[in-house]
């Protein structure tokens, strides 16, 4: 009885080891997981602060060629490419005069 109890208690620590050792094993992929997204988030906050900075200087060169040109005193025209549509014009010289 006693070697049957004893040899049930070895199998079963035997099978918690087992499971202790999946759970560390499991435990180690999610923290190289959590590492790369961890790596991927900063990646993309960098990136996501260079596109601001380079929109920011964008817009004020925009800003700065339009003060530019306005003190120029010339006529301006500003076109929208969303708003604009494309129109056929005839370049060719009139035959007719």
Same mark, same amino acid.
């Not at 790596?39 to 990136?47: F, H, Q, T, V, W």
């Not at 060169?61 to 494309?86: G, S």
């Given at each position: 009885? $006693? #070697?049957?109890?004893? $040899?049930?208690? =070895?199998?079963? %620590?035997?099978?918690? @080891?087992?499971? =202790?050792? +999946?759970?560390? @094993?499991? =435990?180690?992929?999610?923290?190289?997981?959590?590492?790369?997204? !961890?790596?991927? *988030? /900063?990646?993309?906050? %960098?990136? /996501?602060?260079?596109?601001?900075? $380079?929109?920011?200087? *964008?817009?004020?060169? +925009? *800003?700065?060629?339009?003060?530019?040109?306005? $003190?120029?005193?010339? &006529?301006? !025209?500003? !076109?929208? &490419?969303? +708003?604009?549509?494309?129109? /056929?014009?005839?370049?060719? &010289?009139?035959? #007719? +005069?």
């Amino acid at each position: 009885m $006693k #070697r049957r109890l004893c $040899k049930e208690y =070895i199998q079963e %620590i035997e099978r918690l @080891e087992r499971s =202790i050792r +999946e759970l560390e @094993e499991e =435990i180690i992929e999610l923290r190289m997981q959590l590492r790369l997204k !961890v790596d991927e *988030a /900063n990646r993309l906050a %960098i990136e /996501n602060e260079s596109l601001r900075y $380079k929109l920011e200087l *964008a817009k004020r060169r +925009e *800003a700065y060629l339009l003060e530019l040109l306005q $003190k120029l005193k010339r &006529p301006l !025209v500003i !076109v929208n &490419p969303d +708003e604009f549509e494309d129109v /056929n014009v005839d370049l060719n &010289p009139d035959l #007719r +005069e």
